[in-house]
């Protein structure tokens, strides 16, 4: 198991190969569907957000506010990722994104974007909501609450220990791509 | 509030944070197949961890706590349109204690009004029967394996399937190998030959109220289920797509008729995240007994 800290630097990146299993520990932000397309149509990021060797996680998890008013992350795990594939590309290069977190794995688009600024792809275990939202300590603040709604909101999380596993390096390899291969020629074998 | 309410409250909770035990045990099986020391390992080490926070937390197994699907067998006389409005008024306090996210959108407008009641949410499927009792099952279908789920018209030329049972397993196992690990595999499908393209996928996922270790009583079908499976987990796509041994953990399959110019195969996937639950319930809408 590695261990990956935020700020995330360009070296740690491109040490990273598939395969690996890292813990993550520090800030993530939360974007997904409509946070994507408003980035990649030109919509600004608040001026708290700061996504330089940062990190995005794709997630719509569950917050409850608690009794002293404070935001608590009660599920947590990640959502299907290749629905970014037209916009993620660009927002690693324009943002300066460090890893990407999520599930299923993305296109070549994305691994392109990935090998061009030394970015990796972290796919977290999908469907594990609890064990991923007791890695979350903290929220920190929430940003487009109202206008994208709660799962689709940005989140700023404190995680720590957050286990995932490279399936994208920057180095131009998919474990996706790779699965994909094995299975599709196995499965020619046995038609 | 009334019996009914509280005991449709109770049947969202126990489906959103506790996995039906003939899923959990399918789930123990594979991880004790997977080979140690590989991320699919630790994936399905993840996974159980997870089966037993939700439970002992009472909390979402996962947080996409999906499309809100009744299944109710209900005794002829009930009274069809005041049970609609209790399971609504059960889903929108069942979303305010956090059992389930605020998880459904107006599509034209994209907004998200947090109460998972709207047009189509929740979909009850109700069935009148010759007894007394109210049956009623719940089916909570997170959005990440309905994405992969895929219509075939037969003949499918690129896939060389014809009109038989031979082309319905050429493309429900081509369905298996473009979903890879994008549903949250290992897997169960349901599947339903014929029909058309809505009652296709309906009976498909009608499916998911069977549990995994029944046997299909179609002689043919149950040939066809456990081939599907044994192929499916030879292919090495394993949990997540990592690569492994468990790519499926059951398959169901259904026929319904069809025209003679139609022949559909629809191929439901269900995440490992499989929530199901059901309760048969008393004269007064309290919960007589668990369902699985």
Known sequence: ?191 | MTALQDSLIELIRRTSADIPDDVHQAILKSLENEKKGTIAESALKIIDRNIALAKNKSQPLCQDTGSILFYVDCPVGMDQMAFEETAKDAVRAATKKGFLRQNSVDSLTGENDGTNVGPGSPALHFHQHRSPEIKVRLVLKGGGCENVGAQYSLPNEKLKAGRDLDGCRKVILDAVLQAQGKGCGPGILGVCIGGDRATGYEYSKKQFLRTLGDRNPVGELDELEQDILKTANELGIGPMGFGGKTTLLGVKIGVANRLPASFFVSVSYMCWAFRRQGAVLNGSGGIEKWLY
């Open chain 1, 1 to 191: 198991m590695i261990a990956l800290t935020t700020p995330l630097t360009q070296e740690s990146v491109l040490a990273l190969k598939v395969g690996d299993e890292v813990s993550i520990s520090g800030i993530v932000f939360t974007g997904r569907d409509a946070v994507h397309k408003y980035l990649h149509d030109g919509g600004e990021l608040p001026k708290e957000v700061n996504l330089r060797d940062g990190i995005i996680y794709h997630c719509g998890p569950v917050v409850l506010k608690d009794e002293n008013g404070q935001w608590k992350v009660t599920a947590a795990g990640p959502t299907t990722s290749i629905r970014e594939e037209p916009y993620q590309g660009d927002i690693i290069k324009k943002f300066g994104v460090r890893a990407v977190i999520g599930k299923g794995g993305m296109g070549d688009r994305t691994l392109a974007a990935c090998e061009e600024s030394g970015c990796v792809y972290l796919h977290g275990v999908g469907g594990a909501a609890q064990v991923l939202a007791e890695c979350v300590k903290r929220v920190r603040n929430v940003y487009f609450l109202e206008k994208f709604g709660s799962p689709e909101a940005i989140w700023e999380l404190e995680v720590e220990g957050f286990p995932a596993v490279v399936t994208m390096d920057a180095h131009g390899n998919s474990l996706h791509r790779e699965v994909f291969s094995a299975s599709q020629a196995a499965l020619a074998d046995r038609l």
